[in-house]
C-alpha cells in the first residue's frame, strides 16, 4: 500500500461496499418523511444549555477564512467586493456620510467558510430522506434549503486536531483519517465525541496553505487530506449532529471506487448531517492548547436566503 508519512494508507472501499456503508448510516425517516433538520434533531435544548457550561473565560474565537477576492489555483472564482459609495461623494442631505459596498460570491468553494444545506448533495438521484433531485431547480430548491438552519446551530464543540496527534503541522494531500485516528484523537486530548456535539475536524489544511501557498487540491490536482469513509460509522454511533472540518472532509483522491465525494454522499445525503467547508482553526487550536481543553461552546449562524443550497458564515468558538 501506499505510505504517507511512513503510515499505510487504509484501502478503497468497493462500490458495493460503499452502498452497504450508505445503508448502515442511512437516517432516513428516522424523524419521519416529513423531516428537514436531520442530525440537528439530537441537539435538544438541554444539549444547549450544557454547551452554555463551556463558556468559563468568556473567550470567542472565529473559525472563518477572511474572504477571498484573489484568484488562485483553489480558488478559480473569487469573490468579488468593490466600493459602491466612499467618503468623497458628497450627500445632498447634508450630514452624516456614508461608505457602502457590493460584495458578489458563489456560496460554495474551497476557499469560502460555508454550511451546506441538505439540498446540496444527492446519490443516486435521491437527497436526504429520499427526497427527488428534481425538487432542487434554477430558481432554487423547494425542500432542505439553508432557512432550514436561520436559527443557528447552537451546541458543544469537540475539535479533533490530527496533526497534533501525529506530531506534524499538516496532513499532506491525499492522507486519509480513520476512525482509529479519531478515537486515539480523544485519548490523547481527553475528550470524546457523543450525542449532540459539533464536530471540528482539522487536517492543518489551511496551516498548509499559509506557509506553502495555495495548489489545486481538487481531482485535477495534488488533492487533499480528509476522513476515510468509514469513519462515519463512528459518527453515526455517536449521533454526531454537525460536522465542521477546515477543508471538507473529504480525501482526494477518493477512497471508494466510483464516487468522487463520499463524504458529503454519507453525511448530507444519507444521514442528513449539517455539514461546513473550509473553515480555519490555526487562532482555534492556540486557544485550546493555552486553556487546555478541546471543548466549547460553538454558535453558526447562516443567512436566511431561501432556495438556497448553502450560506457563506462566520462559526464562532466561545
Not at 500500500?1 to 432516513?28: H, I
Not at 474572504?67 to 467618503?87: E, Q, S
Not at 487533499?224 to 460536522?243: Q, S
Request: charged share 20%.
Amino acid at each position: 500500500m501506499t505510505m504517507v508519512q511512513n503510515r499505510p494508507m487504509p484501502g478503497k472501499l468497493s462500490a458495493q461496499a460503499f452502498d452497504e456503508l450508505f445503508a448502515k448510516v442511512c437516517n432516513w425517516g428516522r424523524w419521519g418523511s416529513a423531516d428537514e433538520r436531520g442530525t440537528l434533531n439530537y441537539i435538544t435544548p438541554e444539549h444547549v444549555r450544557t454547551a452554555a457550561s463551556f463558556v468559563r473565560s468568556g473567550r470567542t474565537v472565529s473559525l472563518s477564512l477572511p474572504i477571498n477576492t484573489v484568484a488562485g489555483p483553489d480558488n478559480p472564482r473569487p469573490a468579488l467586493h468593490y466600493m459602491v459609495r466612499t467618503f468623497d461623494r458628497a450627500s445632498p442631505q447634508g450630514e452624516s456620510q456614508f461608505a457602502t459596498d457590493f460584495l458578489g460570491s458563489e456560496v460554495h468553494g474551497n476557499c469560502k467558510t460555508h454550511l451546506d444545506a441538505l439540498c446540496h448533495n444527492a446519490y443516486k438521484g435521491k437527497l436526504y430522506n429520499g427526497k427527488p433531485t428534481d425538487s432542487v431547480t434554477s430558481r432554487g430548491s423547494t425542500v432542505f434549503d439553508i432557512t432550514t438552519y436561520a436559527h443557528g446551530i447552537v451546541g458543544r464543540g469537540v475539535l479533533l486536531d490530527i496533526p497534533r496527534l501525529r506530531g506534524v503541522k499538516w496532513l499532506e494531500p491525499g492522507e486519509a483519517v480513520t476512525r482509529e485516528d479519531l478515537e486515539a484523537s480523544e485519548r490523547s486530548q481527553g475528550v470524546a465525541l457523543r450525542e449532540g456535539d459539533i464536530f471540528l475536524f482539522r487536517t492543518g489544511h489551511h496551516r498548509r496553505r499559509l506557509e506553502l501557498g495555495p495548489w489545486d487540491n481538487g481531482y485535477t490536482g495534488e488533492g487533499r487530506a480528509g476522513l476515510h469513509a468509514t469513519t462515519m460509522l463512528l459518527l453515526h454511533e455517536r449521533k454526531v449532529a454537525a460536522f465542521l472540518p477546515d477543508g471538507d472532509g473529504e480525501t482526494i483522491p477518493s477512497n471508494v471506487e466510483g464516487v468522487g465525494s463520499p463524504i458529503h454522499a454519507l453525511q448530507i445525503a444519507a444521514m442528513g448531517m449539517a455539514c461546513a467547508d473550509n473553515l480555519q482553526f490555526e487562532e482555534l487550536i492556540e486557544a485550546c492548547a493555552e486553556e487546555r481543553r478541546w471543548e466549547f461552546m460553538v454558535v453558526a449562524a447562516p443567512l436566511r436566503l431561501p432556495g438556497g443550497t448553502g450560506s457563506l458564515f462566520n462559526p464562532i468558538a466561545i
